[in-house]
């Protein structure tokens, strides 16, 4: 039902990931009328997993990559799946699937998908349509009266369509969007083979291989562990002089180096007129890490904060330091026994119960319990 102090207003959400379906959805049932524009075939954003890499930049320097998803065909999630659904739809096991704590992405995917179906949103949902500009009508207009000019492009049998769709939209609701950075030092002088990892996906082709692998984060570890079995070195690089204990005592000759790349925010669709500017890889200015100022309530930007810390500029969005306090204690304790667990064991503490009692507790409470009926009905169709 709509509320009575808004009227229903017609909206685009930009990307049909796990951002951009919660955000559809809710705006939906607020009344408004919602249309999300999807690059891929199918929801999920990164969780859309694509093994077809072979016309991808492999260092990211297109501001419109081919491929959207930069997930391995090995991954399993970090964090069990008591912590990653949505708090009225949980994520949980399912007959005939992939059950464990911390399952594969594939899982994650499906659980994206049932929220999809459970709800109804694939209505309202054009695939297969890449957004190439969105702009302001009526720049300087009362924000409550601003209008967004929305330009994009299908694709068709492979191809995009050179024929530009135009929507004429009030509010906007775009969901995050990561560009590679280019390593800035020694890329022209190297000629051997250089590759962002959001390229890759099995380690076959690094069998005998001698491998650098830049940046200590939890991805560049997980894939030193797999290249290890097939390389013939793997030199893992970082900013810091730690390398976790569950890393060190799985693979004690694994040398270190010092360098490191990350992710960055890029909006190259989106012209604000100098209003929203990325600096040090800070999104800004936004209220609540959401809404610019200016151009709020017309303008959204979702799923910014991620990661932990906050300082210097480019931590400013990091999770820790926004949500903690407002994300339920059972929530945090779990991911926190995660996170500990994986500094003990990284190859191995995905399969370990040293929180269950923990995890007793926290399937006892309401977030678990509200959808038995749910869970119910999908054994008994099987």
């Known amino acids: 039902m709509v509320s009575e102090t808004y009227q229903s207003k017609n909206v685009c959400v930009i990307g049909a990931g796990p951002s951009g379906l919660v ?59 008591e912590v990653m659904g949505f708090t009225d739809f949980p994520f949980l096991s399912k007959k005939g699937r992939d059950m464990r704590r911390f399952p594969s ?36 207009a009362c924000s409550n009266d601003l209008r967004w000019v929305v330009r994009s492009k299908r694709r068709r049998v492979g191809k995009w369509w050179k024929k530009c769709m135009k929507q004429l939209l009030w509010p906007l609701a775009i969901t995050l969007y990561l560009d590679c950075p280019a390593l800035k030092v020694g890329m022209d002088t190297w000629k051997r083979k250089q590759m962002h990892s959001h390229i890759y996906r099995t380690p076959e082709p690094f069998s005998k291989e001698i491998v650098v692998i830049v940046g200590n984060s939890y991805s560049g570890q997980e894939i030193s562990i797999e290249l290890v079995k097939v390389a013939k070195e793997v030199h893992l690089s970082s900013k810091s002089l730690d390398i976790t204990e569950g890393l060190s005592n799985s693979y004690p000759n ?20 100098g209003t929203v500017v990325v600096d040090d890889n800070r999104v800004g200015p936004l209220y609540e890490h959401t ?22 500029k480019r931590y400013t969005h990091d999770i820790e330091t926004l949500m903690i306090p407002k994300v339920r204690i059972m929530r945090k304790e779990l991911c926190l026994s995660s996170v500990f667990n994986s ?25 678990f319990t509200q959808l038995e009926g749910v869970k119910q009905l999908d054994e008994d169709s099987l």
């Open 105 to 140: 992405h594939r899982e994650l995917f499906l659980y994206l998908s049932d929220f999809c179906e459970w709800f109804g949103l694939r209505d309202l949902i054009r695939f297969n349509t890449r957004v190439e500009y969105v702009g302001p009508m009526n720049f300087g």
């Open 23 to 81: 955000v559809a959805r809710e705006l939906r049932k607020e009344g408004h009328k919602v249309v999300v524009l999807e690059q891929n075939h199918d929801i999920g954003g990164q969780w859309l997993y694509d093994p077809n890499v072979e016309g991808e930049d492999p260092l990211g320097r297109n501001p419109f990559l081919k491929v959207h998803s930069s997930i391995y065909e090995s991954l399993r999630l970090m964090s069990p799946r």
């Open 343 to 367: 500094f003990v064991n990284l190859d191995t503490f995905r399969d370990s119960w040293e929180n269950d009692e923990l995890l007793q507790e926290a399937l006892q409470s309401p977030y």
């Open 254 to 273: 694994m040398r270190t180096i010092t360098f490191i790349h990350r992710y960055s925010y890029s909006f190259p669709f989106l012209d604000t007129k």
């Open 291 to 312: 809404f610019p100022p200016s151009l709020a309530p017309s303008l959204s930007l979702i799923g910014i904060p991620r990661k932990v810390d906050g300082i210097p």
